[in-house]
Each structure stands twice: as C-alpha cells, then as structure tokens.
C-alpha cells in the first residue's frame, strides 16, 4: 500500500529477547527520526521530538514522510539497551492490507539478535474539496461515548425549572 498521506498505527506486542541480566520485563523506547541533508555532511537522521515509551499491547502514531523512520529500542532497567531496530515508515505501511489497512501481528529482527511482535494499521488522508482540510478515513464510533445530556433549564418569570 504505497501512499504519500497518511500515517500508520503501531502497536507493540511482545519481544523475544536474551539473554536477561534480571527478571524484570523489558520496556520499549520509540523514537521517530527525520531524515536531514546537512551542507558539508550529507542526509542525516534527526530526532525532532521527546523519545516515547509505550507500554505493551500499546499504539504510537507516525506520520508517512519521506525519509521519516522509526527507532525501536528494547531496554531493560536501569536502561540498558538490548536489542534495537531502525525501520521506516513506508515499509511498514507496505506491510498492510489494501482493504482494511490492517496487518497481521510482524515480526521484526532485532539488532544484535532477537525479535519484537508488532502490528500496523494504516489510516489514509483524504483531502476534502476546498483542500485545505486533511480527513482521516476510518472513521468508527463517532458516537459520544459517555457523554451526559444536560438538562434543560426554563425561565418564567425569575423562576428555574
């Protein structure tokens, strides 16, 4: 599924990693970079904002640019990394369904070794027709969900009911 809009939905499963120094769960840090060119010494890949640390069975949104990848890293406390893979965004929407926009659970190799178990979900952007709005297509339970009605209140003659 090649686009140039839209942005995809990861979320973070499990890893297979080892050896454990304790018996802690690993945690997960993503950083989402920015591909640069700098005069002097060519593309570079620059972090733009704060490193995120979902928990598992979590999302994390990113955006398809162009040269825009994602920095998965597993770490064990007190932050030491295990295992890390960089990815861009456009081989993992790739690896959606045309359809529904929907993948099965992927599995990543990680560098040194190991694996991390994530599924993608791709959302396109449709322009609407002025051009100016961006509208994000799967648009489900668009209901209130836990909203409360208020009540209406009437005024006669200085009284409230």
Not at 43 to 54: A, D, G
Not at 62 to 67: E, I, K, R, T, V
Not at 107 to 118: A, D, V
Not at 123 to 142: A, F, R
Request: hydrophobic share 35%; charged share 25%; with cysteine.
């Amino acid at each position: 599924m090649t686009t140039s809009t839209g942005f995809i939905r990861v979320k973070l499963l499990q890893a297979e990693v080892s050896p454990k120094q304790n018996n802690e769960e690993p945690f997960m840090a993503v950083n989402v970079k920015e591909s640069v060119t700098i005069t002097g010494k060519g593309v570079q890949l620059v972090q733009k904002k704060k490193t995120l640390f979902p928990k598992w069975n979590s999302c994390f949104d990113a955006h398809l640019y162009d040269g825009r990848t994602i920095q998965m890293i597993v770490l064990e406390k007190p932050n030491n990394k295990m295992a890390e893979i960089n990815i861009d965004v456009k081989l993992l929407s790739n690896r959606c369904d045309e359809h529904t926009g929907r993948s099965g659970p992927i599995w990543l190799n990680l560098n040194p070794s190991g694996r991390l178990q994530i599924q993608v979900r791709y959302y396109p952007e449709i322009h609407g027709e002025g051009g100016d709005e961006m509208i994000s297509s799967p648009k489900q339970n668009l209901v209130r969900r836990g909203a409360m009605k208020q009540q209406k209140v009437h005024e006669v003659k200085g009284h409230h009911f």
